[in-house]
């Protein structure tokens, strides 16, 4: 089969396009049109690869989820102690973020207007409930303080890692790796160099 439109378009690049726009203009804001005029394709070249706009907004918020979730499937797999499990699912999802940071983005920005973001909505409850039992298991094995509610806790922690598509860019030199670092050394042993006395 042919493929209509201008060469070199294919479904990634057009995602990308899409995201890009999405982020920048809101996804609302955003019209098929536009979308056509960013790309140098016509409306129906959009239309041989999905159905709609809301398509291309169901498969961006995909991107990131199926990311995060097959990075918690990973953790909840691995054998040891939850606050390990925990730690890995942390360091994971920074890579997520940073290997999809636009789609993420968009992610982190939708706010249920749509079925489509009304789904991802969910999704994103039922990761931020798989984080929550995790604390829950390191606080009952005694690795997390159990003074603070779980679901805080979780909400805290992710609080922390999503905060980074606000300030993190790539062309920045610092990798995910060292981004991991950062976040799980403040989050897991805190900010002190050393306990202070009563």
Same mark, same amino acid.
């Given at each position: *089969? &042919?493929? #209509?439109?201008?060469?070199?378009?294919?479904?990634?690049?057009?995602? =990308?396009?899409?995201?890009?726009? $999405?982020? %920048?203009?809101?996804?609302?804001?955003?019209? *098929?049109?536009?979308?056509?005029?960013?790309?140098?394709?016509?409306? /129906?070249?959009?239309?041989? @690869?999905? /159905?709609?706009?809301?398509?291309?907004?169901? *498969?961006?918020?995909? #991107?990131?989820?199926?990311?995060? $979730?097959?990075?918690?499937?990973? =953790?909840?797999?691995? %054998?040891?102690?939850?606050?390990?499990?925990?730690?890995?699912?942390?360091?994971?999802?920074?890579?997520?973020?940073?290997?999809?940071?636009?789609?993420?983005?968009?992610?982190?920005?939708?706010?249920?207007?749509?079925?489509? %973001?009304?789904?991802?909505?969910?999704?994103? #409850?039922? $990761?931020? @409930?798989?984080? &929550?039992?995790?604390?829950?298991? =390191?606080?009952?094995?005694?690795?997390?303080?159990?003074?603070?509610?779980?679901?805080?806790?979780?909400?805290?922690? $992710?609080? &922390?890692?999503?905060?980074?598509?606000?300030?993190?860019?790539?062309?920045?030199?610092?990798?995910? %790796?060292?981004?991991?670092?950062?976040?799980?050394?403040?989050?897991?042993?805190?900010?002190?160099?050393?306990?202070?006395?009563?």
């Amino acid at each position: *089969m &042919t493929r #209509r439109g201008r060469p070199g378009y294919d479904l990634e690049s057009l995602l =990308a396009v899409a995201v890009k726009v $999405f982020n %920048e203009r809101g996804y609302e804001a955003t019209s *098929m049109e536009e979308l056509s005029r960013k790309l140098g394709i016509t409306k /129906s070249a959009i239309y041989y @690869h999905v /159905s709609s706009k809301d398509e291309l907004l169901r *498969m961006s918020v995909d #991107r990131a989820l199926d990311g995060l $979730f097959a990075v918690a499937d990973e =953790a909840l797999r691995l %054998e040891g102690r939850a606050i390990d499990r925990l730690e890995y699912l942390v360091r994971g999802s920074i890579k997520v973020l940073v290997e999809r940071l636009p789609f993420v983005t968009l992610l982190l920005r939708v706010r249920g207007n749509t079925k489509v %973001e009304r789904a991802a909505l969910a999704r994103r #409850r039922e $990761f931020d @409930h798989l984080v &929550t039992e995790l604390v829950k298991q =390191a606080e009952a094995e005694g690795d997390v303080r159990p003074d603070i509610d779980p679901a805080i806790t979780a909400r805290l922690l $992710f609080g &922390t890692v999503n905060s980074l598509i606000e300030w993190y860019r790539p062309r920045g030199g610092l990798g995910s %790796e060292d981004l991991a670092d950062a976040v799980c050394a403040i989050s897991f042993n805190g900010l002190r160099t050393h306990l202070t006395a009563d």
